[in-house]
């Protein structure tokens, strides 16, 4: 394997809202592809892969190579609303990250699981 080191600028600004549109559709094309293919784990294995999601999101036509593209690409499968695959994505940057305990709530009925805590 190798491994090595990766200088990734930061930019400033947001996408431009076509090329958005267009990275939450294709999103959900190719990921619904995945998972009908290979299974939904297989799917949740590709995206933990740094190699892997900077490669999906150049697919997804993310083709700045910087220090928003996780973001970008994860926020277009958040709008992609993946639910009826078994995935979500929750959470994002600034005030958006604090609505993530309401977003886990929301999910607890469509996941099948309890989000109240257990007494150990």
């Not at 090595?4 to 939450?24: C, E, N, Q, T, Y």
Request: net charge neutral.
């Amino acid at each position: 394997m190798r491994t090595g080191i990766a200088d990734l600028p930061l930019h400033w600004g947001s996408v431009p809202k076509w090329l958005f549109d267009r990275m939450v559709e294709l999103g959900r094309s190719i990921t619904e592809i995945i998972v009908l293919e290979f299974g939904r784990d297989e799917f949740l294995r590709k995206m933990s892969d740094p190699l892997w999601l900077q490669a999906f999101a150049c697919v997804l036509g993310f083709d700045f190579h910087s220090s928003g593209c996780t973001s970008v690409t994860l926020g277009a499968l958040k709008e992609a609303k993946l639910e009826e695959y078994g995935i979500a994505v929750l959470g994002g940057k600034g005030r958006t990250s604090r609505k993530t305990p309401a977003e886990i709530e929301n999910l607890a009925d469509t996941f099948s699981f309890s989000t109240k805590r257990s007494k150990n």
